[in-house]
């Protein structure tokens, strides 16, 4: 069975982006891979965190991957800091990545031509972090939206590159991005990914734990256009586009079936099916994150996921650090 690997960062509270562009996929998955998948808590230290903000979005997030379906006895799901080797590795692997690939890095461009002062120097190397979560487990796919292609590269570039300096080390990964739904956009800007670190009073970014008014509401009134036509075009109707993006990945209605439909009908009926459709999905896992919270699950399916996670981490990293010449053998 190959193995699949994905993870969140819950550096905020998870959105319809993430759930479109990588969880329900994990989902989808995990019948026919051995499919891992961890809360990225190492990742967001890289920029402050309130510490009880941060513990509530944890569990929020571990609950939230039951919640859409995941399930333990078919997937390794675990905290990242629980094992340990990540990080190790991590500090490997930083030591064979140049400063030119991770200066490349869009995030880290991004924040410092704002000029962003006191950005951290975790915030610089996450993408070594990164390659190491992946590369730990010899991960075959890596499941992603598209905003998280260019560190799988990394993760493949650093995998080839220490291959061919001591030997076959790593499996080298590849990026899937769904057809559909690998970036949704802002409904505030649709020219802007949703994200949970924008805050246009949040009317831009469907949390999966908004009451369903509340995301209702977003979604009417989310930015279009004055053409009135429903088309797929995302360079001139950007917001109409994301529209049927998420009702396509939703309902799996090809977004050409929905726009035929919608020939004679205007954004008013297409934001109603959206709502309709963002409501249910929502209703379903608020229920089911409501039955877990009050469950225990959470508690067994973290220790048991990092038992399982650290058996196959320490095999790697006792590998590659033999490799390396860094081990020396006491017995
Ligand atoms: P993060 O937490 O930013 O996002 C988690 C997943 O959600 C996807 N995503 C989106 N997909 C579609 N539209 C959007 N607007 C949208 N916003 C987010 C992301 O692409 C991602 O798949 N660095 C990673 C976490 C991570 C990781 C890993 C992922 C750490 N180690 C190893 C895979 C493998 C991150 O910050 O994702």
């Given amino acids: 069975m190959k193995t699949m690997l994905s993870g969140v960062k819950p550096s905020g509270q998870l959105h319809l982006g993430n759930y479109i562009g990588a969880l329900r996929n994990f989902v989808a998955y995990q019948d ?14 890289t920029v402050p965190q309130d510490p009880i903000e ?27 800091s629980d094992v340990m080797a990540h990080a190790q590795l991590g500090f490997i692997i930083g030591c064979h990545t140049y400063l030119g690939e991770l200066n490349r890095m869009t995030q880290f461009k991004d924040k410092s031509s704002k000029g962003e002062q006191n950005l951290s120097s975790g915030f610089y190397t996450y993408p070594t972090l990164m390659a190491s979560d992946i590369l730990i487990y010899d991960a075959d796919f890596v499941p992603v939206g598209e905003d998280q292609k260019q560190h799988v590269e990394l993760a493949r570039d650093v995998a080839i590159r220490m291959n ?18 690998a970036r949704i956009m802002s409904l505030s800007d649709p ?11 949040d009317k831009g970014c469907i949390y999966l734990l908004d009451p369903l008014d509340k995301a209702r ?23 109409v586009s994301n529209l049927l993006q998420i009702l396509s990945a939703l309902t799996s209605e090809p977004i050409d079936s929905i726009t035929n439909r919608y020939q004679s009908l205007g954004y008013g009926s ?13 209703e379903k896992i608020q229920s ?44």
């Fill in 217 to 239: 509401k977003k979604i009417m009134s989310a930015v279009t256009d004055s053409l009135a036509s429903v088309r797929f075009d995302k360079e001139n109707q950007p917001g």
């Fill in 270 to 282: 297409l934001k109603k099916e959206v709502a309709d459709a963002v409501c249910a999905t929502l």
């Fill in 164 to 181: 061919n300096r001591y030997g076959p080390l790593f499996k080298v990964p590849e990026c899937l991005t769904a057809k559909v739904g």
């Fill in 191 to 201: 020219l802007k990914k949703m994200s949970k670190s924008d805050r246009d009073g």
């Fill in 32 to 45: 026919d891979y051995q499919m891992i998948v961890f809360i990225a808590n190492l990742h967001c230290i």
């Fill in 288 to 331: 089911r994150y409501k039955e877990i919270l009050a469950s225990g699950l959470i508690e067994s399916t973290l220790s048991d996921g990092a038992y399982r996670a650290k058996i196959l981490a320490n095999a790697k990293l006792k590998l590659v650090q033999e490799k390396i010449g860094l081990e020396i053998e006491t017995q």
């Fill in 54 to 80: 941060l513990h509530t979005n944890l569990r929020d997030c571990i609950a939230l991957y039951l919640a859409c379906g995941l399930d333990p006895k078919k997937s390794i799901i675990f905290l990242q």
